[in-house]
């Protein structure tokens, strides 16, 4: 398969910059064959501008069309074949099983916000009905339903090329409420993404979208992205990354003259407590399963275990050293580039300095360059509680399990954590409801709370709260993952006295869409 | 009655300051006898501790007994009895039925939001099931629900001191969802900031609130407010009030290391579109309506209509000439304070210089100072075109007609707006039907959009927009009236594998609370 590595404007490949890059190979160690040019900023606002004018027409067209885009997507996307999980594994090192899953992920995830916008209830229709009786005025007719906001920048995740990038959920989220898109391309994997770029022209022309309904640029430095989010005609901003990168992005983003909506999905340790009540005959196979977390795609996740709490005894002793014995079994991963494996080394240098080392990542037979070697580190609470860096992500296969005096320690440690994706509680049922005041304080902390599981592994689905109080995400009240992962898009607009003919149709009398609606305070399909 | 001038701090009253300020009565064009003294930094610490700590218990308490509290606030506030009415309208200029109005709405607010709370679908809870059976991996049970997202700074607005202020609309919104709530009473109408703060007070311990619940502090300088958006245990902030004022506060908010949501509602000139075919038969009633619209609350309204667009037409020249006739017999009123009436009075000034004044209020047969003298202009598109100036919102009894060539132009200057309120187009529905792109160009401007009426009179109800586009408000996916303005203080929080009975009760199994659920992707009761 042949990979265009021009920028994608509208539906017209060009690469008239100068600057180029490729990503890299990090089971070679050396650069990959491609060479993209950074896109200059002349290029960017052609794309912004295409973006604007494909607005109205995209946003006013039948949804049976916008779902059919979003399937004709995951079908070029499906018909990249080998191609794209060949690339895939060239760029990030990932095994071929994990591009497949991700590839499944990211067609499940466009297939479901096709059937969430022919559902239509993401519409979320209000009616209040006018009466002309009132006193001392009447009341006019109100209906509200929700609009789209405008082309939306997305910045995708070197961690998922697929699920979380181009053609990702903030992609397919906002192509679903009617929103062109604007891809900065993460330089890491911009190979994958060429070909994703492919998938995503040739369903746009098949199903005949306005030009400009899609654009994807290049570029390895930060201009074009800095750019993109100082663009008056950018309306929204999606990122999943870093907190550096995504907190500067967001300050950006607050600071135009006209502020726009910033979701970006950020670090998070994700804490997990480890009750007494979990550290009975079930104490290895935590072990074991925590061990496969933290290691999991060389602990590449945003919702990587980084952080365990344990109350000190015999028993916590036993259930770290079945995790660390566990862990040496494992084979170190590659990680996915060489920015991310420096900053790893340079975290896990940090932890040295203050924890105490109890596990390891087994030695692989042939030593190589670019593996992440995991470490299990543990340290007391008090150490802990003085030394801020411990409490930060180090992005890759290393946790930290903080011995606590009690659950009051334990509790106040929670407390004084950042926000967090998720939180998890291994234990007996018993324990959960005796330790509220636990329960209570990691919930106020957290998107996702988890009972006797492992935080990685994010379902998408309605009841999926993929987000949580910053730095975990720059808005706690909205997710990125699942059908709600549209309202980051959406704003409500009411219609007064308007007649019903000429009214959107879910806010029509006759309920033509067949949609569940709020009318006069009740839900009803009436 | 007693008014008590003090900062209110938990359940304790203090003013340990020296500054001291006072409001201002403008039918005497004196300072009203109540003087205040400006929180100081300790006191406000103080009251958001205060808050911080009454946040788990207030949250976590029964929802019966939130929406107690919200009802006995309304019932303390109608208990004050003519003390208010009295004081508002000593610190206001406006007339006791406007008072009587205002009270009448912000009790009905309260209501609603006790109601809201009661029938609990803004919870929005969602379930998907667990599937173990599902390849390659089982799926997870899953559930969220909505939950506050902690102490909320309230900024009150200075035209609506009851509704849009101490126990309006920001402030029992956030009490409703299980957030405090800090107000920085607005100092231009301390006085009946006071007495609300009174009944707020007496009905939080009436129903056992605990102590920090409410607080609010007094300012007549940019520190307090400055802080308080600064403050780490604020989550959230709601103003109502300038641009200027609401962008500064947005801006300081977002520079936080941890940023913080803020509603602002600020300003809009609400454009309203005169099309030919409204210039009928109606050409009158619609000039008298508009006029009563623009004068009304001597145009203190952000809904007041300042700018109207029309196709330049003999009946154009008839309508401007009915509206600006009706205008000259309406007598001015008084505005609210010496700021508000000194930028009015600056404004006009911009505009005499600009545009063509066609009518201007009744001179009255007593002149008085403090009196918002109100003025009807006229200009041509072109010069509208040029002048940014004439784009912007004149806070006060003043519109502006631009006469435009034909509808193209008129669409063309309409799409060069910022974000607005509302949108009003005045005609037939034939010619709704035939200018879509114009209502198109109008509808991705505003917030709601009128068919036949004027802009003010914002109703309370579930489908009311109250919000647009920036500077309308800094987030336009959000409401700041009715139930749905409970969003802005909610956040998702998702339970994965939770034992069903220390699940929240919207997530229980058997449905406890009887909500409408959306399991598995269906909409149901059951």
Known sequence: MNIITKNLIGFSYSAVGTETFSSFNPVDQSATPWVFKNAT?????????????????????????????????????????????????????????????????????????????????????????????????PKVDLRK????????????????????????????????????????????????????????????????????????????????????VQDPLIKGVGFTGSIAGGTALYKLAQSRATPIPVFAEMGSVNPVVVLPEALNENSANWAKAYAGSIALGSGQFCTNPGLLFGIASPELDAFIDQLSKAFNQLEPNYMLHPNIHSAYEKGKAEFDAIATKTGATATPSSPKEGLGHGVIYKVKASTFKTNPRLHQEVFGPLSLVVECKNVDELTTLIKGLEGQLTGTILGSETALETNENLVITLQSRVGRLIFNGVPTGVEVCAAMQHGGPFPASTDERFTAVGVKAMDRWLRPVSYQNWPDKLLPKALQNNNPLGLTRLINGNLTKD
């Open 145 to 228: 339903i929700n609009e789209p906001i405008g082309p939306i920048a997305v910045f995708g995740a070197s961690n998922f090329p697929l699920a979380y990038s181009t053609a990702g959920g903030d992609t397919a989220s906002a192509l679903a409420t009617g929103c062109p898109v604007v891809v900065k391309a993460h330089p890491m994997h911009a190979a994958t993404n060429a070909l994703v770029v492919q998938a995503i022209l040739k369903a746009a022309q098949d199903t005949k979208m306005p030009e400009g309904v899609f654009s994807c640029l290049y570029s390895n430095n930060y201009e074009v992205g800095t750019q993109l």
């Open 41 to 137: 900023l002349e290029e960017l606002k052609k794309a912004t501008v295409l973006a604007e004018t494909a607005f109205i027409p995209y946003k006013t067209m039948s949804v049976a069309r916008r779902a059919a885009f979003l399937r004709a997507i995951a079908k070029e996307i499906l018909a990249l074949g080998e191609s794209l999980t060949t690339v895939y594994t060239a760029e990030t090192g990932l095994p071929k099983g994990r591009a497949e899953g991700e590839r499944a992920r990211t067609i499940g995830q466009l297939e479901s916000f096709a059937n969430a916008i022919e559902n239509g209830q993401y519409l979320q229709p209000i009616i209040d009905h006018a009466d002309a009786n009132r006193t001392p005025i």
